[in-house]
């Protein structure tokens, strides 16, 4: 079932196009990864679908809602850099938002109460926000955007503010409400959005280069790579491999070389009778899969 259909969505600022005709849909139960580099548009985009930013052009049509109703009564949405009164409590703060949403006082302290515990700060509730850490204020964040039980949760580089641990605690908490809505989270994080994501949309200039299933995009653009690792400058080296007629591309990364090929054992002869030949130092050859990182390069090549 499709829970939100975009066409053609396109903003532009002072005749600049930002966010260039857009076009996808989102699924029910998915978890969704705008995936792009800063500057994409992907905030943009989320504030059109929230209904905080009117599109130059466009349509945006959610599953059920009448033409005019309003969207914001079906979704959630969690900004990049949300801001809380550090004078309230965790739970007088969803309360409080809850009532915003149209709960009575009684519904939106029970629906407090229960978000609390299920981003693990129920211990916390009656703490100032301002006392809260960058985790904490990030998950009770994501509680105030389920508060009313949104058809869709929207978030906005949920994670690229936190440390270590507060990136991990959220993550997890992605993982768990996935589970119960669908999500559209927007990052730049390669790792973030493998690691907990269904479907992807590639953003890049404003465009959505590629959408769909992490599986599918990885067997459409599934390419045979080795890695390189040699003793000393492999610099040197780079040229000589460029010039093999099985290999399509060969990039440095983390002092390895990085060879994407045609034919798998085609390259591996070529590799390793030079090595043989000219006796290069060599000190690792393993053969890998097309990662995220290697996708999201190779489309934003084309």
């Excluded at 005019?68 to 550090?86: A, K, S, T």
């Excluded at 009532?99 to 229960?114: G, S």
């Excluded at 998950?139 to 978030?155: F, Y």
Aim: net charge neutral; with cysteine; aromatic share 6%.
């Amino acid at each position: 079932m499709t829970v939100i259909g975009v066409e053609k969505l396109t903003k532009a600022f002072k005749g600049k196009p930002i966010v260039k005709g857009l076009e996808f849909q989102l699924e029910k139960g998915r978890c969704v990864a705008l995936l792009g580099p800063n500057g994409a548009g992907k905030t943009t985009t989320l504030r059109m679908l929230s209904g905080l930013l009117k599109p130059t052009a466009g349509t945006i049509n959610f599953s059920g809602v009448q033409q005019g109703e309003d969207i914001r009564n079906h979704i959630g949405y969690l900004p990049q850099y949300p801001v809380f009164h550090p004078w309230m409590t965790g739970k007088e703060f969803l309360v409080y938002v809850g009532q915003l949403a149209h709960l009575t006082k009684q519904e939106a302290a029970e629906k407090a109460d229960q978000l609390l515990e299920k981003v693990a700060i129920y211990e916390s509730r009656n703490q100032r926000i301002g006392k809260y850490s960058g985790g904490m204020k990030q998950r009770l964040g994501i509680a105030q955007a389920m508060i009313h039980s949104p058809q869709l949760l929207m978030l906005d580089e949920p994670v690229s503010s936190l440390d270590p641990i507060g990136r991990r605690e959220v993550l997890t908490l992605m993982e768990e409400l996935k589970t119960q809505t669908t999500i559209l989270f927007s990052t730049h994080i390669l790792g973030d959005a493998e690691e907990i994501s269904d479907d992807l949309l590639l953003m890049h200039q404003g465009e959505i280069l590629e959408s769909g299933s992490i599986n599918t995009l990885r067997q459409k653009h599934q390419s045979a790579k080795f890695e390189i690792a040699l003793f000393g400058d492999t610099s040197t080296y780079l040229e000589k491999i460029k010039a093999f007629s099985s290999v399509q591309d060969v990039y440095q990364e983390k002092g390895e070389v990085h060879v994407v090929v045609e034919d798998i054992e085609l390259a591996r002869k070529d590799i390793l009778t030079k090595v043989l030949e000219e006796d290069w130092p060599l000190e690792k050859l393993a053969l890998s899969k097309t990662t995220l990182e290697d996708l999201f390069m190779k489309v934003v090549k084309k």
